[in-house]
């Protein structure tokens, strides 16, 4: 009852700009997994490298991130990763 | 003690967007009906917004990344580990398993057999018209038949004169009756095929949402600030014979927004055909007097975008994208049993109901997963809930990497 409920999603892409099979790519060609966590405050996301022989998420690379504030901003339109007054928010997710 | 059946519903591909979740356009007062006597959580996640990942996800209720799924191309007991799952464990707990359309996704990734015999007593039931879903059904404006996305039919003009879910809502309601004969407890799961594309249904649903009453959604631009591998291009949608006619261009579109207004205008339709078909399951169920002894669960595989953040289809992690509908009715507990000669679940016409009369269930803002499901519903039914996995799993049969929620219900 004290944890905060959290809620895990990801989403596998072939590479970091839309491409044919963005949407559904066999598991040899994923190159980036994009995990979230979504809380009834935030959804964060990070698109990190990803190995499909290994099934492993590298989240030292880190090809992009998303940051929505849910009060604010319901249907996550304003993305705040890169806005500095998160960086400490971030990287406490990480 | 008693056993309760287990009544499974899955939708395909259905979103938030129902009466019951404060969506003011759509009618969808079979399901509503149903969250006035269920508890109901506004905030539940799919692990992956696509079919077969998730599907298996919350069947055996272990992520992906333990399911080793993220496309349609493995199945997972001789890929990842030989995991139990939710059907499993009720058939090996004295159920009568049975599955109706889709609830494994079909293909490689359930082994070509929806897992059957492992998760099912009898051979899994799939409508025979299935197989018209993506051909040339659908009359365009020359008059001529072809595979598009917005479809609607009459159904006495198609191919064998009915529709996949119709003969799915037929099917799973003889599979009650035959149950209720032999007085086994059941597990009966029911996998709907709408409101997934093609968004093929009865033509009669589109006079309950006119074109003129449809809006656009309300952020159909893509944002500013979104980082390029966080859009899915929507590929499936292009493919189709009405939007490829469009010529929209590669990745970013945009839909023009009037075929956009046809895209939302027949999503809703769908989704209130398929409420229609879950009320005449639900009607039938109470008819046969099994709604006392029933635990009744419904959600959907994920959700889908309707134009949001200018995306379209699953593919994302967007909340419209991983957001899916999930309630429980769980008899004498989420809701009182009836007053002697009334009825749980009377079929309500969307044709001729008035929205608004029906009141809400239990409802809980908490934040809740799909690989919840299967310890909840083990639970529910008063079985032992799975042990909670290990950090590393591959090796153990069974174990969840959800939680059971039953304890909220008393906080909704």
Same mark, same amino acid.
Request: hydrophobic share 35%; with cysteine.
């Given at each position: 009852?004290?944890?905060?409920?959290?809620?895990?999603?990801?989403?596998?892409?072939?590479?970091?700009?839309?491409?044919?099979?963005?949407?559904?790519?066999?598991?040899?060609?994923?190159?980036?997994?994009?995990?979230?966590?979504?809380?009834?405050?935030?959804?964060?996301?990070?698109?990190?490298?990803?190995?499909?022989?290994?099934?492993?998420?590298?989240?030292?690379?880190?090809?992009?991130?998303?940051?929505?504030?849910?009060?604010?901003?319901?249907?996550?339109?304003?993305?705040?990763?890169?806005?500095?007054?998160?960086?400490?928010?971030?990287?406490?997710?990480? | 003690?008693?056993?309760?059946?287990?009544?499974?519903?899955?939708?395909?591909?259905?979103?938030?967007?129902?009466?019951?979740?404060?969506?003011?356009?759509?009618?969808?007062?079979?399901?509503?009906?149903?969250?006035?006597?269920?508890?109901?959580?506004? +905030?539940?996640?799919?692990?992956?917004?696509?079919?077969?990942?998730?599907?298996?996800?919350?069947?055996?209720?272990?992520?992906?990344?333990?399911?080793?799924? %993220?496309?349609?191309?493995?199945?997972?007991?001789?890929?990842?580990? +030989?995991?139990?799952?939710?059907?499993?464990?009720?058939?090996?707990?004295?159920?009568?398993?049975?599955?109706?359309?889709?609830?494994?996704?079909?293909?490689?990734?359930?082994?070509?057999?929806?897992?059957?015999?492992?998760?099912?007593?009898?051979?899994?039931?799939?409508?025979?018209?299935?197989? %018209?879903?993506?051909?040339?059904?659908?009359?365009?404006?020359?008059?001529?038949?072809?595979?598009?996305?917005?479809?609607?039919?009459?159904?006495?003009?198609?191919?064998?004169?009915?529709?996949?879910?119709?003969?799915?809502?037929?099917?799973?309601?003889?599979?009650?009756?035959?149950?209720?004969?032999?007085?086994?407890?059941?597990?009966?799961?029911?996998?709907?095929?709408?409101?997934?594309?093609?968004?093929?249904?009865?033509?009669?649903?589109?006079?309950?949402?006119?074109?003129?009453?449809?809006?656009?959604?309300?952020?159909?631009?893509?944002?500013?600030?979104?980082?390029?591998?966080?859009?899915?291009?929507?590929?499936?949608?292009?493919?189709?014979?009405?939007?490829?006619?469009?010529?929209?261009?590669?990745?970013?579109?945009?839909?023009?927004?009037?075929?956009?207004?046809?895209?939302?205008?027949?999503?809703?339709?769908?989704?209130?055909?398929?409420?229609?078909?879950?009320?005449?399951?639900?009607?039938?169920?109470?008819?046969?007097?099994?709604?006392?002894?029933?635990?009744?669960?419904?959600?959907?595989?994920?959700?889908?975008?309707?134009?949001?953040?200018?995306?379209?289809?699953? %593919?994302? +992690?967007?909340?419209?994208?991983?957001?899916?509908?999930?309630?429980?009715?769980?008899? +004498?507990?989420?809701?009182?049993?009836?007053?002697?000669?009334?009825?749980?679940?009377?079929?309500?016409?969307?044709?001729?109901?008035?929205?608004?009369?029906?009141?809400?269930?239990?409802?809980?803002?908490?934040?809740?997963?799909?690989?919840?499901?299967?310890?909840?519903?083990?639970?529910?039914?008063?079985?032992?809930?799975?042990?909670?996995?290990?950090?590393?799993?591959?090796?153990?049969?069974?174990?969840?990497?959800?939680?059971?929620?039953?304890?909220?219900?008393?906080?909704?």
């Amino acid at each position: 009852s004290d944890v905060e409920a959290i809620a895990y999603s990801q989403y596998p892409r072939p590479a970091d700009h839309p491409q044919w099979n963005s949407d559904l790519p066999h598991l040899r060609d994923i190159r980036i997994m994009g995990y979230s966590i979504r809380s009834c405050d935030y959804r964060y996301t990070v698109w990190v490298e990803f190995n499909p022989l290994n099934y492993t998420a590298n989240f030292l690379n880190v090809y992009a991130g998303e940051l929505y504030l849910l009060e604010t901003d319901p249907n996550q339109d304003n993305n705040l990763y890169n806005h500095t007054e998160f960086v400490n928010l971030i990287k406490e997710f990480l | 003690k008693e056993k309760k059946n287990v009544l499974f519903i899955v939708a395909d591909d259905l979103r938030t967007s129902l009466h019951c979740y404060g969506d003011q356009i759509v009618k969808s007062p079979n399901i509503d009906q149903l969250a006035s006597k269920s508890a109901v959580f506004q +905030n539940a996640f799919a692990q992956q917004a696509v079919c077969a990942p998730s599907r298996t996800s919350f069947l055996t209720s272990r992520r992906p990344d333990t399911t080793k799924l %993220y496309d349609f191309g493995s199945y997972w007991r001789v890929h990842a580990g +030989n995991y139990s799952t939710l059907p499993q464990y009720f058939k090996e707990n004295g159920y009568i398993t049975m599955s109706v359309g889709k609830v494994f996704h079909p293909g490689i990734s359930s082994n070509h057999t929806d897992d059957y015999p492992y998760s099912w007593s009898i051979p899994p039931y799939h409508p025979s018209a299935e197989k %018209y879903e993506n051909a040339k059904t659908c009359r365009g404006s020359d008059g001529k038949l072809h595979a598009n996305l917005v479809c609607p039919v009459a159904v006495s003009q198609v191919p064998e004169g009915t529709l996949p879910d119709i003969q799915s809502t037929e099917e799973a309601i003889w599979l009650l009756k035959a149950a209720k004969e032999k007085g086994s407890p059941f597990f009966l799961a029911v996998g709907y095929h709408k409101p997934h594309i093609p968004l093929r249904y009865p033509q009669e649903f589109l006079k309950l949402y006119p074109l003129e009453e449809v809006t656009l959604a309300p952020d159909p631009e893509i944002p500013e600030g979104l980082p390029a591998v966080a859009y899915n291009p929507w590929t499936d949608i292009r493919k189709r014979e009405d939007v490829k006619a469009l010529n929209i261009s590669f990745p970013y579109g945009p839909i023009p927004k009037d075929f956009q207004l046809l895209i939302r205008q027949s999503y809703f339709a769908a989704v209130s055909y398929l409420d229609s078909q879950v009320g005449q399951l639900l009607d039938n169920l109470d008819k046969l007097g099994l709604a006392k002894n029933t635990v009744v669960v419904f959600t959907s595989d994920h959700g889908w975008s309707l134009g949001e953040h200018g995306e379209w289809a699953k %593919y994302s +992690n967007f909340d419209v994208a991983t957001g899916v509908p999930l309630m429980f009715y769980v008899p +004498n507990i989420t809701a009182p049993f009836p007053q002697p000669g009334k009825r749980t679940f009377p079929f309500i016409d969307p044709f001729d109901h008035v929205p608004g009369k029906i009141p809400p269930g239990l409802v809980s803002s908490i934040v809740v997963e799909l690989v919840d499901l299967f310890p909840t519903i083990a639970e529910l039914a008063g079985l032992n809930v799975p042990p909670p996995c290990p950090k590393t799993s591959f090796d153990i049969q069974l174990c969840t990497e959800g939680i059971s929620i039953v304890d909220l219900f008393n906080a909704s």
